[in-house]
């Protein structure tokens, strides 16, 4: 398709019509067939607005004022916890987040994976979309000679000193905002990045809802922590939840937040959590589902799919600590995981024995390598699982799973687009999908989960 020419220039100001909705939440308006995204514009509605970048086959604009309101707009508080923090869809209804998340789904599938017949169910939405997440981590700065903490200013790296967001909950919003301060008492210096000077990076917060259990990570560049008895005594005294406290360091120029060092500083070096009537220990470097109320959702959805007897073997592969693994262990023969971080699988180990369960076993490598091994070893699986990160699956492992022929394959993902690439290729390779169920695990955001159900074709 050859681009188009823009028909705008720069600081033009236009009243325009929003038809659709991006991926990330801009609102898309067409002049002359010339696409202009704009933050904050929702499809259906009408505004006037200045056009700020202009590129080859499309361009930005600010809206400057609106003159026709979708009936899914609503009001943002001007406070400061509904500011920042990449929640880009809070000007939206949350019904009307649910249907955009739900179209999008509808779209890729058929568009990237040719799923047209597919069925889709209505994604699972939260009854209290606010308020949710059991961890945050935020940077560091300083300002007027004052520690900051916060988010980046969008498309910035200006952090913007925040108190509380709302999609976190309220203990950890609690947590950040002491640790700020009692930083802030202490006079510990913030990180330069600019720079590469400076102490404290971040600070992280991570709490269990079903237990109660509290974990505090700063995170420096330097070895050494100032005040470091002083932090940990004001720490234990202000904030009662708390049951470790841990200190990470991480001396390089990165945008990668821990580094590979960490010393508990007080308390455990972990912290206990449960999902349904499973109890995890999580340490600060491992993965861990960030909704606990639709974490549930989803693993319910991966059991009932997998719909295990008891005789099965199964694979969870991408597995983390362990989570889905000891989910399905339950119900299954035997579980294999395996996950590419050692300390979360030194993590899920402690957590098979933590729920005496002795038929999960567990490896530290990547999906595409360990996998192919087993099956080399005479390992094979009735059901596959698979949660990759947003990237998808390696090919490797696809094509492992289509010579191994398991009966059911369960696809859990945080992308839709590669979701769509991978149930292609398995579907090419002798699988059908069943079904897709999205959950709506990020409120707030225009982040998408999804979780599928394929079956082997009987040939
Ligand atoms: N199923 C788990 C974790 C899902 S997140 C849960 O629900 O908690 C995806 C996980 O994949 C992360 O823990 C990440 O460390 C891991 N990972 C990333 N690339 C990998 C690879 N190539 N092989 C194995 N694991 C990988």
């Not at 609503?74 to 009307?96: C, M, R």
């Not at 109660?212 to 932090?231: A, C, F, S, Y």
């Not at 841990?246 to 912290?271: C, D, F, P």
């Not at 206990?272 to 470097?285: H, L, P, Q």
Request: charged share 25%; glycine share 8%; proline share 5%.
């Amino acid at each position: 398709m050859a681009k188009i020419q823009a028909p705008v220039r720069k600081n033009d100001i236009l009243n325009v019509y929003f038809e659709d909705l991006t991926h990330d939440g801009n609102g898309v308006a067409k002049v002359e067939g010339y696409p202009l995204f704009v933050a904050g514009a929702l499809p259906g509605e009408k505004g006037q607005i200045q056009v700020t970048k202009v590129n080859k086959g499309y361009g930005f604009g600010r809206l400057m004022k609106l003159e026709e309101r979708s009936p899914h707009r609503v009001d943002v508080p001007a406070s400061e916890a509904h500011k920042y923090g990449g929640t880009q869809l809070k000007h939206i209804s949350y019904e009307g987040q649910l249907q955009f998340k739900e179209k999008q789904v509808r779209e890729v599938l058929a568009r990237i994976g040719k799923l047209d017949e597919v069925k889709v169910h209505p994604i699972l939405g939260m009854d209290e979309p606010w308020y949710y997440r059991n961890k945050a981590q935020v940077p560091v700065g300083e300002k007027n000679g004052q520690l900051i903490a916060g988010f980046f200013k969008p498309r910035s790296h200006e952090i913007v000193d925040t108190n509380e967001s709302i999609i976190q909950l309220p203990e950890v919003n609690e947590a950040i905002q002491t640790v700020k301060e009692i930083c802030n008492e202490l006079g510990l210096k913030a990180y330069d990045e600019q720079a590469h000077k400076g102490v404290l990076r971040h600070i992280m917060a991570r709490y269990g809802k079903a237990t109660g259990e509290l974990m505090v990570v700063l995170i420096t560049r330097t070895p050494d922590l100032p005040h470091k008895n002083k932090i940990i005594d004001k720490i234990v005294s202000r904030l009662p939840q708390v049951t470790s406290i841990v200190h990470n360091i991480n001396a390089k120029r990165t945008n990668v937040i821990m580094g590979e060092t960490t010393n508990v500083l007080w308390g455990s070096e972990i912290i206990y959590d449960y999902i349904g009537e499973v109890k995890f220990a999580i340490s600060a470097r491992s993965f861990y589902q960030v909704n606990p109320v639709q974490t549930k959702v989803l693993y319910d959805k991966a059991l009932e799919y997998a719909d295990l007897s008891g005789d099965e073997t199964v694979i969870d592969a991408y597995c983390g600590i362990g989570t889905i693994s000891l989910f399905l262990a339950q119900k299954a023969k035997k579980v294999y995981g395996v996950e590419v971080v050692p300390e979360a699988i030194e993590d899920a180990r402690r957590n098979a024995d933590l729920n005496g369960m002795e038929n999960a076993e567990f490896e530290a490598g990547e999906a595409e390598t360990v996998i192919p091994e087993w099956y080399k070893q005479g390992i094979e699986a009735d059901v596959i699982v698979v949660d990759p990160p947003r990237k998808g699956c390696d090919e490797a492992l696809l094509q492992t799973i289509i010579d191994m022929k398991p009966e059911k394959v369960v696809y859990v993902s945080c992308n839709p687009s590669t979701l769509a690439r991978d149930l292609r290729i398995l579907e090419d390779g002798g699988f059908q999908t069943v079904e897709v169920q999205p959950v709506d695990m990020f409120p707030q955001t225009t982040h998408v989960e999804c979780i599928s159900q394929l079956v082997l074709k009987n040939d």
